[in-house]
């Protein structure tokens, strides 16, 4: 699913937009618990009508009745149009348009947490003249009377639709890159040059987040801050995971070793130390082995416009 959850704790997230002259990376507030970087960008372009059929953009009953950004289904699967079958919760309606960078897109207008939020899902001209065709024939597609090619369009070029508007979008899209959501080691380079150390507090309050530095928080402005290191959680997670794992399994081969040496009339006391000792460290070294493939990785993440700093 394209549109999933986006806010876990400590998770980083890969940029999926090639243009990034105008993107922005900085520290917002949340509006459940801790913090996220985001990429802000603007985007600008002219919208594109997509057919008489549906005319400027397609809204939520279209999108139902035409089955578009409503997750794979039966109706959509039978285009081979990969866009189609985006899931997007809270979807109000998506319009196709040319950006000033001369590429192609539809803007996707969501609802997630009450607020209303866009993305931008980049297509070629092609892809925008095949699904014109999906919606015009969407009933023969279904009887299976008319395919849409993989590739190929009907579409001539010289057709008065898709049409190209003078109307002019410009809007904002905020894509997560890493969220914090409980406490984490990390560091702060302040633009400064000054550098923090810590843990990292899941609160952003006032334009500030928090890092605890020697028992001692201090409330730092996210405008001052240039670098975000964490030092991730691999090791405490295994660590943490293996001493649980060796106290159960040290339980386990105590009374283990207890009921070996009663059926054999052995020294209980004996067997009951060494089945704990043995069971407990085999325990222990597979916990640490489970643990190291858990928890965060260490992340360096840098603030900024991306155009400047080539993330």
Known sequence: MLWATLFSAGTVYA???????????KIVGRDQNGWAVVDIKTVSGKVIELSPVVGRGIDLDEGIKFSMFQGPSEFNRRAPIPVLGTSVPGFDEAV??????????VRIEFTQAKKTQYRTIPLKENDIKRIREYVENFDAIQRGDY????????????????KL????????????????????????????????????????????????????TQRVPVDTIER????????????????????GSAMSGALTGALAAWQSNADVKEWTIFGA???????????????VGSGRSSEDIELGPLGKIGQ
């Open 15 to 25: 940029n999926d937009d090639e243009d990034l002259s105008k993107t922005v990376r």
């Open 165 to 216: 508007t003078d109307e002019a979008v410009s809007y904002e899209t905020r894509v997560p890159r890493f969220v914090l959501a409980s406490r984490l080691d990390g560091s702060l380079t302040l633009k400064d040059g000054k550098k923090l150390e810590g843990e990292l507090v899941p609160v952003y309050d006032e334009d500030s987040i928090l890092i605890e530095t020697d028992f001692i």
């Open 147 to 162: 395919k849409v090619h993989r590739t190929k369009t009907q579409i001539e070029d010289d057709a008065a639709y898709p």
């Open 228 to 247: 975000i290191r964490t030092s991730g959680d691999k090791s405490s997670s295994a660590v943490k995971g293996a001493v649980g794992t060796a106290v």
């Open 277 to 291: 000792v043995f069971f407990g460290a085999a325990g222990f070294l597979t916990g640490l082995a489970r643990g």
């Open 96 to 105: 196709f348009l040319q950006r000033d960078n001369g590429k192609y897109g």
